[in-house]
C-alpha cells in the first residue's frame, strides 16, 4: 500500500523557515514523480515543486515559491523535503505531497502546469506564517 505522510509544519513568524517532510512506503521511491502541493483557505490547490522521476530528475517551482523553497530527497531514506524559507503570510496553507509513477508536471511547450491528477496523496501538514 502506497503511503505518503508529511510532517514538519508549524507556525513561523514572517522571514522565518521551516522544512517539511514527506515519508514514501509502498512503492519503489525512485521510480516516481513526487509533487508539493498546497491549499489556503478558501482557494484552490496549486503546485508549489515538482520532482520528476529519475528518468528525468528534474525540479520546478511555482513562481511565487521560486528562490524561497527547495525540493530534496533522500532516496535512501524514501523521503522528500521542501525547504521553506523568507515565509510569507501568504504561504499560509495546508501543504501536502503527492506521488504517481508517471508525472508531477505537464509540458506544454510554452508552460509547464502542475498535475494535480497525482495516483497518491498525503494527507498534509499545516503551515501558519504569522505577519
Known amino acids: 500500500e502506497v503511503q505518503l505522510v508529511e510532517s514538519g509544519g508549524g507556525l513561523v513568524q514572517t522571514g522565518g523557515s521551516l522544512r517539511l517532510s514527506c515519508a514514501a512506503s509502498g512503492f519503489t521511491f525512485d521510480d516516481y514523480a513526487i509533487g508539493w502541493f498546497r491549499q489556503a483557505p478558501g482557494k484552490e490547490r496549486e503546485g508549489v515543486a515538482c520532482l520528476s522521476s529519475n528518468n528525468d530528475g528534474s525540479i520546478v517551482y511555482s513562481d511565487s515559491v521560486k528562490g524561497r523553497f527547495t525540493l530534496s530527497a533522500n532516496n535512501a531514506e524514501n523521503t522528500v523535503y521542501l525547504q521553506m524559507n523568507s515565509l510569507k503570510p501568504e504561504d499560509t496553507a495546508v501543504y501536502y505531497c503527492?506521488?504517481?509513477?508517471?508525472?508531477?508536471?505537464?509540458?506544454?511547450?510554452?508552460?509547464?502546469?502542475?498535475?494535480?491528477?497525482?495516483?497518491?496523496w498525503g494527507k498534509g501538514t499545516l503551515v501558519t506564517v504569522s505577519p
Open positions: 503527492a506521488a504517481d509513477p508517471y508525472i508531477c508536471r505537464i509540458d506544454t511547450g510554452t508552460t509547464v502546469e502542475f498535475y494535480y491528477g497525482m495516483d497518491h
